[in-house]
């Protein structure tokens, strides 16, 4: 099974500052690495899939990059709607896992 | 526009048995896998499984083997997650999502709140 490692486990960030949340993997796993947003009491919403691609909708202040084994999503200019937990995810094989979450508070 | 709608909340005691639904629309449900994710109280997601609807084959991850059942008709574009005796640790949100191209999860159901106590 493959280890998605995030960090940091949690931030305290300013608006308007940019953010990096990095995931590394136990093995390589190419770019099939997605990263999801989470809002209390909501479910889970794609942002990047396939290490770079925005999803549809999503806000161009989130990006992300790398391939093998380490990842980061990255938020340019930091909202206070950005408040949320942070998840990779991997799909390169089974069992698919989420790294433990990222979570973003803003001050 | 692409929907997953999931079945109500539940309360259950422990050893009863429990399936509950995630119904797809705006797409064609057989073209895309479904996985099942779990969420204990207050902590991360863990992936359960998925489901092929077109056939509906079935893969598992290891710690949910043997204790869960996913399935699905595709003749009602749903997919089901079933336990035939739910424990107090059962006790979680469980969202169903859909496979995109990549194999990410592109779109989530509502989620499903099991509660299992005596």
């Known amino acids: 099974e493959i280890v998605l490692t995030q960090s940091p486990d949690f931030q305290s960030v300013t608006p308007k500052e940019k953010v990096t949340i990095t995931c590394r993997a136990s093995q390589s796993i190419g770019s099939s690495l997605h990263w999801y947003q989470q809002k209390p009491d909501q479910s889970p919403k794609l942002l990047i899939k396939y290490a770079s691609q925005s999803f549809s909708g999503v806000p161009s202040r989130f990006s992300g990059s790398g391939s093998g084994t380490d990842f980061t999503l990255t938020i340019n200019s930091l909202e206070a709607e950005d408040a949320a937990t942070y998840y990779c995810?991997?799909?390169?094989?089974?069992?698919?896992?989420f790294g433990q979450g990222t979570k973003l508070e803003i001050k | 526009e692409v929907q997953l709608v999931q079945s109500g909340a539940e309360v259950k005691k422990p050893g009863e048995s429990l399936r509950i639904s995630c119904k797809g629309s705006g797409y064609s449900f057989t073209s895309y896998w479904i996985s099942w994710v779990r969420q204990m109280p207050g902590k991360g997601l863990e992936w359960m499984g998925r489901?092929?609807?077109?056939?509906?084959?079935?893969n598992y991850s290891p710690s949910f083997q043997g204790h869960v059942t996913i399935s699905a008709d595709k003749s009602i574009s749903t997919a089901y997650l079933q336990w035939s005796s739910l424990k107090a640790s059962d006790t979680a949100m469980y969202y169903c999502?859909?496979?995109?191209?990549?194999?990410?999860?592109?779109?989530w159901g509502q989620g499903t709140l099991v509660t299992v106590s005596s």
């Open positions: 999502a859909r496979h995109g191209q990549w194999l990410d999860l592109d779109y």
């Open positions: 995810h991997q799909s390169s094989s089974l069992p698919h896992t």
């Open positions: 489901i092929d609807p077109s056939d509906s084959y079935t």
